[in-house]
């Protein structure tokens, strides 16, 4: 194994890594290099969308990437969506309609939840699922997960007017 040494640019901070093996993953990086370990390790194979985060605004399975090939790009964790320390409106809606359970899968929802309404502040119920089709929850069967996006959108229509 090799040891590397490079920069991410995670959460508007630049962050260097050290000791990283060659082709170790972004998920491994966040969690075990950098203490970010808001974005959590189910799967490790894209299936499950537990370790989902945004690299330059896409929604990407971070097990999947390898952490060296994210250099020079913007990523987003959980940690990133609320960076002062209160719940930004998702995760309060999250809260508040009770689609957090064992809390899981909830930052991959959120993240998921985050790079649909930027895409799509007003998405039909057809699209809400896909988006969340890549994400695995075995506490909340989804309705909780469904209204608070519809939540989300209703706070963020409002604040429009």
Known sequence: MTSEHFVLHVNGVDREVRESWLGESLLSVLRDRLGLTGTKG???????????????????????????????????????????????DVQQAFVEAGAVQCGFCTPGLIMAVHSLL??????????????????????????RILDAVERTVQVRTEARR
């Open 42 to 88: 189910a799967c490790e194979q894209g299936e499950c969308g537990s370790c989902s985060v945004l690299i330059d605004g896409a929604l990407v399975c971070s097990c999947l990437v390898m952490a060296a090939s994210a250099v020079g790009q913007r990523i987003v964790t959980i940690e990133g969506v609320a960076p002062d320390g209160a719940p930004d």
């Open 118 to 143: 930027d895409r799509c502040p007003r998405p039909t119920d057809t699209e809400v699922r896909e988006e969340l089709a890549g994400n695995v929850c075995r506490c909340t069967g989804y309705g």
